[in-house]
């Protein structure tokens, strides 16, 4: 059984930028859609951003889009979240989930195996 650890969450002003890190270990195989998501307090769990591990293509959600870049280093086995222009509504726990091979519902949760615990991302105005 795999892990998947997020970490890099923290609190932030408006406008400031954080970096979050997936750690994804004991997943086998080289093929993998990685995706970030998050769910903030009384709303339903959301799509950011997904990376198919061979290609390294991106897909995003459009109303994130230019503000948040997700990364592959295959070399560490980590998935990165790059936000920038952080805004309150931005407030959430941010999750990583992983499925093997590609999925062309990479925005949907249901379309993911394995999930991480979840780091919390807070932006004050």
């Known amino acids: 059984q795999g892990v998947l650890m997020e970490s890099g969450g923290g609190s932030v002003q408006a406008g400031g930028s954080l970096r979050l890190s997936c750690l994804y270990s004991g997943y086998s195989g080289s093929s993998k859609t990685i995706a970030w998501f998050r769910q903030a307090p009384g709303k339903e769990r959301e799509a950011v951003a997904s990376i198919y591990s061979n290609d390294l293509n991106t897909v995003y959600v459009d109303s994130l889009k230019g503000r948040f870049t997700i990364s592959l280093d295959k070399a560490k086995n980590t998935v990165y979240l790059q936000m920038n222009n952080l805004k309150p509504d931005d407030t959430a726990m941010y999750y990583c989930?992983?499925?093997?091979?590609?999925?062309?519902?990479?925005?949907?949760?249901?379309?993911?195996?394995?999930w991480g615990q979840g780091t919390q991302v807070t932006v004050s105005s």
């Open positions: 989930a992983l499925v093997y091979g590609r999925t062309w519902r990479r925005l949907t949760p249901q379309a993911y195996s394995y």
